[in-house]
């Protein structure tokens, strides 16, 4: 006698594929658009809109490139017409998205600058238009204070 039985093996093997592109499509998903933003980058980030009050928007470090001409050179003079608050660590400018790399633990001092404040304008110029954030590390300030020499 013939069976025409056929196991089970390949619709439970379908059922656990379809289970692992959801599980793998779930991790993917919150992996690379939910990335996790340290400590530092979420202080910061509240700092910027609370205290010196920018909000990021579309319009955040766009240069508008209108030009009827064909070729268009770029020069120093061309800067962004809402340019982010500028953000300084241990004397660098560095990029919000680079404050991930550290965690507030390591910070010694931050120091918030408002918009269109003629000190740090004086400084930096329009990179700080809409405010700046001085960030010195702890091992910064330890760094600098045996360098000074009293005289």
């Not at 919150?30 to 700092?47: M, P, T």
């Not at 490139?65 to 003079?77: A, D, F, G, P, W």
Request: proline residues 3%; positive net charge.
């Amino acid at each position: 006698m013939k069976c025409d039985w056929q196991p089970r093996k390949m619709v439970i093997h379908n059922n656990m594929k379809q289970i692992y592109i959801i599980i793998l499509s779930f991790i993917f998903s919150f992996g690379a658009s939910g990335q996790n933003k340290s400590d530092l980058y979420n202080h910061i980030d509240s700092l910027i809109m609370h205290e010196i009050k920018y909000n990021y928007d579309s319009t955040t470090d766009v240069i508008n490139m209108t030009s009827n001409s064909k070729l268009v050179i770029r020069s120093v003079s061309q800067f962004p017409s809402n340019p982010s608050p500028l953000i300084m660590f241990d004397g660098e400018i560095i990029k919000r998205e680079e404050l991930n790399n550290y965690k507030l633990r390591q910070v010694g001092s931050i120091e918030t600058f408002q918009k269109e404040n003629s000190n740090i304008m004086v400084l930096y110029g329009a990179l700080a238009s809409n405010g700046a954030i001085v960030i010195r590390s702890k091992k910064f300030i330890r760094k600098n204070k045996k360098s000074k020499t009293n005289y």
